[in-house]
């Protein structure tokens, strides 16, 4: 504190005090305009109140995501170089329109080809090994003595975030060391057993699995709070009647509890699925995507930020995008078949 001066202070007063100007301006703006809408008699004055309180979301959203979606999807299809002026010398960033060049690059370049071959393993192990965890532990432990407790301790991974939980797969469950003592817990009960230590972060292709199994980790927790709801909302006459008709629990479960929860099964995957494919915290806190262990977000943020290259970098995010979409509308389907047959 003693080493900041009163300039520094004198700084900062006035950036909070602008910052609080442009809160009251925004706020008291938003006011007016609330105001005038109500003001308004008629047939319109639904429909203005309606518009004045969507504009402001809309117009977030066209600032914040869609001006940068279609920025990032229109630089795709360009070289950007920066070059020095012939004149002057200074350095100067040109844009070339080039089409689908940069899109060729990302589906014939070796390394980048691997990446998205990885995403698409997060994309598909990640949600039904998290799935299918969760729901079991739900059916298992549902109404069982300690159930609380229980749930909480495998909902508690939920609580750290993924930077962290890398923190603690990487450093003190998958940690190697070449010569000796093991200090990671796993290779330390593996050598204790009479063992070999095995570098979980370096054996390719299985280190992405190791990768994997973080991710999985924290979202079992969400999988089985959810799904636990919603098998508390099955009707218990509809297993009883079963039970009476002389149904094992097997196929109880399959006949009744699964079509009764499909429709939060189908959330749950697809909220997974998306989280797998956006995954960057993991491989960039552990392996930084090295040992072939890369997926496109990593990828992404390396091209456009770290090697300067923001053209294949947003022909990357572009391709995430693509990935996404498919899981979007089965999600949108699925939700819509189930309410029609309600």
């Known amino acids: 504190m003693s080493g900041l001066d009163a300039q520094f202070w004198a700084a900062q007063g006035q950036n909070l005090l602008m910052g609080a100007i442009a809160i009251v301006v925004f706020i008291t703006v938003i006011m007016l ?23 402001p979301v809309l117009i977030l959203l066209g600032i914040g995501l ?6 990032t999807f229109w630089i795709s299809f360009n070289s950007i170089t920066d070059a020095p ?17 940069n ?28 799935t299918g965890i969760g729901l079991g532990y739900a059916v298992f432990i549902d109404r069982a ?32 060391n070449q010569v000796g003592q093991q200090t990671g817990m796993l290779n330390a009960l593996k050598v204790f057993f009479g063992g070999e230590p095995y570098n979980f972060l370096a054996d390719d292709p299985w280190n992405t699995f190791w990768l994997i199994v973080i991710l999985v980790w924290i979202q079992v927790g969400f999988a089985m709070v959810i799904l636990s709801a919603a098998i508390k909302g099955v009707p218990i006459e509809l297993n009883e009647a079963a039970s009476l008709d002389g149904a094992s629990a097997w196929q109880r479960f399959w006949s009744i509890t699964i079509p009764s929860i499909r429709s939060t099964i189908v959330v749950v995957l697809t909220t997974i699925t998306i ?3 956006k995954v960057y915290d993991i491989v960039r806190t552990v392996t930084q995507g090295r040992d072939d262990t890369d997926v496109v977000a990593n990828r992404m943020y390396v091209l456009s ?6 053209a294949l970098g947003a022909a990357l995010a572009v391709i995430l995008f693509v990935f996404v979409i498919p899981v979007v509308i089965y999600n949108v389907r699925s939700l819509n078949k189930v309410k029609e047959n309600h």
């Open 33 to 55: 305009i609330m105001y005038g809408a109500d003001l308004v008699k008629g047939r319109g004055r639904d429909k203005l109140q309606l518009v004045v309180l969507i504009s």
């Open 275 to 277: 989280m797998a494919l």
């Open 66 to 71: 869609v001006y940068p979606a279609l920025d």
């Open 85 to 101: 002026d012939p004149d002057t010398g200074i350095y100067t960033t040109t844009m070339q329109f080039i089409g689908l060049e």
């Open 103 to 130: 899109y060729r690059f990302a589906f014939t370049d070796p390394s980048t080809v691997r990446t998205v071959l990885n995403t698409f393993v997060w994309m598909i192990l990640v949600p039904i090994l998290s």
């Open 145 to 176: 003595k300690g159930e609380k407790v229980l749930k909480s301790l495998v909902f508690m991974p939920m609580a750290i975030s993924l930077v962290g939980a890398s923190v603690i797969w990487g450093n003190i469950m998958y940690d190697y």
């Open 305 to 310: 930020f770290v090697e300067g290259r923001e």
